[in-house]
Nanobody
Framework: EVQLVESGGGLVQAGGSLKLSCAAS????????IAWFRQAPGKEREAVSTISSDGGITQYADSVKGRFTISTDNAKNTAYLQMNNLEPEDTGVYYC?????????WGQGSQVTVSS
């Protein structure tokens, strides 16, 4: 079964840090560009960061640039999102997927809540 499982979310105060992980099974990371997405309450899901299949190119939404870092460990078939200096506006459910996303790969996501 092909699936992506996100973990590492939680409740943190503004200015704090979290590191999200995305573990893949039946899915080879280095064959795809990977993205992290988030969905805030009452809003549509948006892409926050993307990394190319070889890890050489990363992109970030303006709202997270300079605070978030995306990476992959192909040996572990895992993607990461290091989130520093978190803001209340970063609150939401975070998902990983291929870029562009593959419909059947959407997982449960990982809840991130940032308190002010």
């Amino acid at each position: 079964e092909v699936q992506l499982v996100e973990s590492g979310g939680g409740l943190v105060q503004a200015g704090g840090s979290l590191k999200l992980s995305c573990a893949a099974s039946g899915f080879i990371f280095n064959e795809y560009a990977i993205a992290w997405f988030r969905q805030a309450p009452g809003k549509e899901r948006e892409a926050v960061s993307t990394i190319s299949s070889d890890g050489g190119i990363t992109q970030y939404a303006d709202s997270v640039k300079g605070r978030f870092t995306i990476s992959t460990d192909n040996a572990k078939n895992t993607a990461y999102l290091q989130m520093n200096n978190l803001e209340p506006e970063d609150t939401g459910v975070y998902y990983c997927n291929a870029a562009p996303p593959i419909r059947h790969l959407w997982g449960q996501g990982s809840q991130v809540t940032v308190s002010s």
